[in-house]
């Protein structure tokens, strides 16, 4: 008798955690979630979505990078994770010079991504960022993410392949001149 209670007691509640567990529609399963100081679906153009993601960055949430990237791009979300909390600590815990080098171009170009740099106090290139966003279905989406370090204790890679950069794009920029 105890062990026939046990057994329906197990399959009742088993039953009550599938059912509450399971039971999502198609509408709850595709809703795109907005959040509200970053409105990544609300971006008019590619640099303003990339300011976002750069905003996402400085602000240690990978969560809502790696929904950003290419539907069906598998991204590596433990490695995203380190690397975006690593350089949101570096830029936040140092008293860098920040240039975006779009405003700093003038350039009306849109289409080849945005390079983001920070430099130490004595002017050395310390940290890039580049945002390579692509649109698919008029919304903007990251193509490739890359976290570009000049730093020993800093890694450097790319998304999403998700693997160490040795040849990155450096910036050729007269620094002193600015």
């Known amino acids: 008798?105890?062990?026939?209670?046990?057994?329906?007691?197990?399959a009742v509640m088993t039953s009550l955690i599938l059912i509450s567990c399971g039971?999502?529609?198609?509408?709850?399963?595709?809703?795109?979630?907005?959040?509200?100081?970053?409105?990544?679906?609300?971006?008019?153009?590619?640099k303003a979505y990339a300011d976002l993601i750069l905003k996402a960055i400085k602000t240690n949430r990978e969560k809502p990078i790696k929904e950003e990237?290419?539907?069906?791009?598998?991204?590596?979300i433990v490695q995203l994770?380190?690397?975006?909390g690593m350089y949101s600590t570096?830029?936040?815990?140092k008293d860098w010079e920040f240039h975006d080098f779009h405003i700093l171009s003038e350039s009306d170009d849109?289409?080849?991504?945005?390079?983001?740099?920070?430099l130490d106090k004595k002017g050395r290139l310390g940290l890039q960022i580049y945002v390579l966003p692509k649109e698919v279905d008029g919304?903007?989406?990251?193509?490739?993410?890359?976290?570009?370090?000049?730093?020993?204790?800093?890694?450097?890679?790319?998304?999403?392949?998700?693997t160490g950069i040795e040849?990155?794009?450096?910036?050729?920029?007269?620094?002193?001149a600015n």
């Open 69 to 76: 990237f290419v539907p069906q791009t598998p991204v590596n």
């Open 139 to 162: 919304r903007f989406y990251i193509e490739k993410l890359d976290f570009q370090s000049r730093l020993d204790v800093i890694d450097s890679v790319t998304f999403p392949a998700g």
């Open 1 to 10: 008798m105890a062990r026939t209670f046990k057994i329906a007691f197990f």
């Open 110 to 118: 849109l289409t080849k991504g945005f390079d983001y740099a920070w």
């Open 167 to 176: 040849d990155y794009k450096k910036i050729d920029y007269d620094w002193a």
């Open 23 to 46: 039971g999502s529609d198609s509408t709850t399963a595709n809703k795109v979630t907005t959040i509200e100081d970053l409105p990544f679906a609300q971006a008019p153009d590619a």
């Open 90 to 93: 570096a830029i936040g815990g």
């Open 81 to 84: 994770n380190r690397i975006v």
